[in-house]
C-alpha cells in the first residue's frame, strides 16, 4: 500500500461487514489516522510481506504472508465488499499461494484462519489446495486450514 492510495484503503476496508470476517475488531470509525498506522504497519515488512491487490486496474483488497515458525507462513486477505462473489478470492488465494511458496523456498507449509461464517473463503482455500485441519484452540470459531508445500 502507498500512502496515495489511502482514500481507496478506507473505502474498502471501512466497512463492518468485511471486518466480521477478520480477527481483529473493527476500529468503528476506521479513520483517516488509523488507515496511515494499518499502511505503515504493513509496509514494516519484518514479520509480514503484505500487497495490495488489484482486480481489472482497481484496488480491490489485501493479501498478507506472517511469517511464524522458520517453515510455517499464515496468508491472510481481505476484499472490498463490492467484490465480493466474483471470483477474485478464489484467483487471489491461489495466486499468493504460489508466489509466497515461489519467494519462500523455505516454507515446509502455509496456515489460515477462516471464519466459520466465511463460507466463500473456505471454499478459496479449498480450491487452491489448503486442507481443513481443524478448528481454533482459543475460539472454535475460527476453522484452520493447511498447505503442505508439494
Keep these: 500500500w502507498r500512502?496515495?492510495?489511502l482514500g481507496?484503503?478506507?473505502g474498502l476496508l471501512d466497512d463492518p461487514l468485511v471486518w466480521?470476517?477478520?480477527p481483529e475488531p473493527y476500529p468503528d470509525p476506521?479513520?483517516?489516522d488509523v488507515a496511515r498506522d494499518l499502511i505503515a504497519i504493513s509496509n514494516e515488512g519484518t514479520h509480514h510481506e503484505v500487497l495490495a491487490v488489484e482486480a481489472?486496474?482497481?484496488?480491490?483488497?489485501?493479501?498478507?504472508?506472517?511469517?511464524?515458525?522458520?517453515?510455517?507462513?499464515?496468508?491472510s486477505y481481505w476484499l472490498g465488499q463490492a467484490h465480493w462473489g466474483r471470483g477474485i478470492g478464489s484467483a487471489l488465494v491461489a495466486l499468493f499461494t504460489a508466489r509466497s511458496l515461489r519467494r519462500h523456498p523455505g516454507l515446509r507449509a502455509i496456515v489460515a484462519r477462516?471464519?466459520?461464517?466465511?463460507g466463500a473463503s473456505a471454499r478459496a482455500l479449498e480450491k487452491a489446495g489448503y486442507l481443513h485441519v481443524g478448528q481454533g484452540?482459543?475460539?472454535p470459531s475460527w476453522l484452520l486450514y493447511r498447505r503442505e508445500r508439494q
Design 114 to 118: 477462516v471464519h466459520e461464517g466465511n
Design 3 to 5: 500512502e496515495e492510495a
Design 30 to 32: 476506521l479513520t483517516p
Design 56 to 75: 481489472d486496474g482497481e484496488l480491490v483488497g489485501q493479501a498478507r504472508l506472517a511469517f511464524g515458525p522458520a517453515d510455517e507462513g499464515e496468508v
Design 20 to 22: 466480521a470476517h477478520l
Design 8 to 10: 481507496a484503503y478506507l
Design 137 to 139: 484452540p482459543d475460539d
